[in-house]
Nanobody, 132 residues
């Protein structure tokens, strides 16, 4: 079975940093595209970052570009999201997701919409709270 488990969330002050982890089981993270998404209370889910399975190319939403870095440890089957210079507006529950049965396009995942709603595998989420 394919599973994703996020960890690393917490409470941090504005300007601080956190590193989120997305541990995968049941599939090889270097073979499939994996995205990070977030959802704040009362807001729609949005794409944050994505790393392609083939080649490990990285993509970011404009709102996090230059502050967040996505990376992958193939041996540990884990995808990371390093978040620096955090802002209160980054407060949200962060999820990683993928769909091993579908060829995924990172820019499309970050744009959101139907392709995200139909992703097959989601983690349980990890809460990030940034205080001002």
């Amino acid at each position: 079975q394919v599973h994703l488990v996020e960890s690393g969330g917490g409470l941090v002050r504005s300007g601080g940093s956190l590193r989120l982890s997305c541990a995968a089981s049941g599939f090889a993270v270097d073979y499939y595209t994996i995205g990070w998404f977030r959802q704040a209370p009362g807001k729609e889910r949005e794409g944050v970052s994505c790393i392609s399975g083939s080649g490990g190319r990285t993509y970011y939403a404009d709102s996090v570009k230059g502050r967040f870095t996505i990376s992958r440890d193939d041996g540990a089957s884990t995808v990371y999201l390093q978040m620096n210079s955090l802002k209160p507006e980054d407060t949200a529950t962060y999820y990683c997701a993928t769909d091993p049965g579908v060829g995924l396009n990172c820019p499309a995942l970050i744009r959101g919409g139907e392709i995200v709603r139909h992703l097959e595998v989601w983690g349980q989420g990890t809460l990030v709270t940034v205080s001002s």
